[in-house]
């Protein structure tokens, strides 16, 4: 199977089209290329309409990725609305002892992800506050880089310029990439 | 400099560092991100070129034909029914021996319609006269737009050359890429100096009728150029390792594990990228599996396959593409050269269908297990 290809770590996230969840995996990428590590990042090819499923793949390793076909046994999903819960398979996820990371303000009953280290965080609430907007997908990589490591802080914000052309745009992108990192570091659970 | 960028964004800084001075352009999806980066560098003032804006991509090729006949380097990149509305110029393109460089992300053909990736819009165009190279990765793609125009001016060739991209799978990855330095592109690829041009000062007739006593006499001239482009090709390769450590096996094929392969697959494009990594694990299996792939596909490079395949004891040629009523099209192509072999023509990852790490393996399976046969993976 793929992961036994590589010692590679891959990525999912799930979002809405408007959402920029090609956004959070091009950040991801370039966040763990910043890092040293040879990275991609590629969109699920679909039809761009707003509000729409949409998921981004991103793919880490120490060496060389040639791999060119999606992601199906993600070590992490990030989920940018929790409305797409239901929708998102995570047999392959359980399996692997992955991790769930999602933007809610409520309460998730992790019973029902038997074998994945579900994470929840409220990026939502700091969007809205900081991009007067419902765009969490800077917010969500943030909470991805504290819950497991796997990027930096430092990088994050070295690749922000690439992404977004005005100054005020990254400026607010990184108050949100520090607001949610440090929440998420301080609460991160002992589990 | 090495740097994550996206592989459409990587054609068009290639194109840029070629400087062409004409860009006409239409935009379909997927080759669209190509000729909006383009669109910026040149509003930014990085790229000193004259982007023509037209109403189809039929018009965005005789705009490009008109260019090339003033002498000017040209670029441009279409996909889909974009080239195939491109078709009846495109034979123009290549008749008249203009040496455009043009990106096609590849994507199917209607109907049903469909945006998605697969290779049947440039496999349509094999036949008009136009060289293809087809690339695995955002760095090949880039390294061969800016070998393409050495190879398509060389006075030996005059061909318009097609760099053939993976719509989607990968024209929209992101990638780390080595972005070469604006003054070692100059060295490798001097100004255009053409033959001959449009000159008030210096009439010329350009594309006049030829009867039946001369026309053959053309076409020859031209399959002769593709002919001779094989060693240009193979050249231009050579150059470009010196000047910036990398190369592409020969220019034409690259091999992967083949010295001591019993089964490979023959494929062209990204999914060649995906066939590494099961050889990869399938060698630690004590499988001897290997690659021959396909990077220029007209020319056919004929000499290069047979010596590649020598040693097989069966092969997969993956199609990602379907020549209705007659198999694969890289598929006959391998069998006609290869007629003693057990070559299987396996069609796959039409209309944007992932091809997976399992159709892969599937693919090897069939080379191993089965006879000439052909089969589609759905």
Not at chain 2, 160 to 171: A, E, H, Q, W, Y
Not at chain 2, 191 to 212: H, M, W
Request: hydrophobic share 45%; with cysteine.
């Amino acid at each position: 199977m793929s992961g036994k290809l590589n010692p590679l770590r891959k990525i999912v996230i799930h979002g809405r089209g408007g959402q920029g969840a090609v956004t959070a995996a091009e950040l991801i990428a370039k966040a763990a290329f910043y890092d040293g590590k040879e990275s991609q990042a590629f969109p699920s090819f679909g039809v761009e309409r707003r509000g729409a499923p949409v998921q981004a793949f991103c793919r880490i390793s120490k060496e060389k990725i040639t791999l060119k076909s999606q992601v199906y046994e993600p070590d992490y999903v990030i989920i940018l609305d929790s409305t797409l819960l239901p929708l998102v398979d995570i047999k392959n996820l359980s399996e692997k002892k992955g991790t769930l990371i999602v933007n809610t303000a409520n309460y998730i009953d992790s019973s029902k992800f038997t074998g994945i280290n579900v994470l929840s965080v409220d990026a939502s609430s700091v969007a809205l506050e900081i991009f007067r907007a419902d765009i969490v997908n800077t917010a969500m990589v943030a909470a991805f880089s504290a819950f497991t490591g796997e990027i930096s802080m430092q990088s994050m914000i070295k690749a922000l310029p690439e992404i977004f052309e005005r100054k005020d745009i990254i400026e607010k992108n990184q108050s949100v990439l520090e607001r949610i990192y440090s929440n998420c570091k301080e609460c991160k659970p002992g589990k | 400099m090495r740097k994550l960028i996206e592989t459409s964004d990587a054609v068009a800084q290639a194109a840029m560092l070629c400087r062409p001075l004409v860009i006409p352009m239409y935009p379909i999806t997927p080759q669209t991100h190509i000729v909006e980066k383009l669109a910026s560098l040149i509003s930014d003032g990085n790229l000193d070129a004259e982007m023509i804006h037209t109403e189809s991509e039929h018009s965005a090729m005789s705009a490009a034909i008109g260019a090339s006949a003033a002498g000017v380097r040209v670029f441009t990149a279409t996909a889909s029914q974009g080239l195939a509305l491109m078709h009846e110029v495109l034979f123009i393109a290549s008749g008249m021996r203009f040496p455009i460089v043009m990106a096609v992300a590849n994507r199917s053909l209607s109907a049903p319609i469909n945006i998605w990736n697969d290779q049947q819009d440039s496999i349509a165009e094999r036949d008009s006269g136009w060289i293809q190279f087809y690339v695995e990765t955002a760095q090949e793609a880039m390294d061969t737009t800016i070998m393409a125009y050495k190879i398509a001016e060389n006075k030996d060739v005059l061909l318009p050359v097609m760099i053939c991209i993976d719509g989607f799978t990968l024209s929209h990855v992101f990638e780390p890429v080595d972005i070469p330095e604006q003054k070692a592109i100059d060295r490798f690829l001097p100004k255009y100096e053409p033959g001959d041009k449009l000159d008030v000062k210096n009439p010329k007739s350009f594309g006049p009728i030829a009867f039946p006593d001369t026309f053959a006499g053309f076409r020859k001239m031209q399959d002769e150029a593709m002919g001779r482009s094989i060693d240009i090709i193979k050249n231009v390769n050579s150059e470009f390792k010196k000047a910036f450590s990398r190369s592409y096996g020969d220019g034409l094929v690259e091999n992967y594990m083949i010295e001591d392969a019993e089964y490979a697959i023959v494929a062209m494009g990204s999914a060649c990228g995906t066939a590494r990594a099961v050889i990869d694990e399938m060698r630690k299996k004590g499988k001897k599996y290997g690659m021959i792939r396909i990077k220029c596909m007209r020319p056919f490079p004929r000499e290069e396959i047979i010596s590649a395949a020598k040693p097989l004891k069966g092969i997969a040629v993956l199609d990602r593409n379907i020549g209705l009523g007659a198999g694969g099209a890289l598929f006959t192509e391998i069998k006609a050269i290869l007629p003693e072999k057990n070559v299987n023509d396996i069609i796959l990852g039409l209309g944007g269908k992932d091809i997976t790490i399992e159709d892969i393996k599937k693919s090897f399976e069939i080379a191993e297990k089965e006879n000439s046969s052909t089969q589609w993976l759905l």
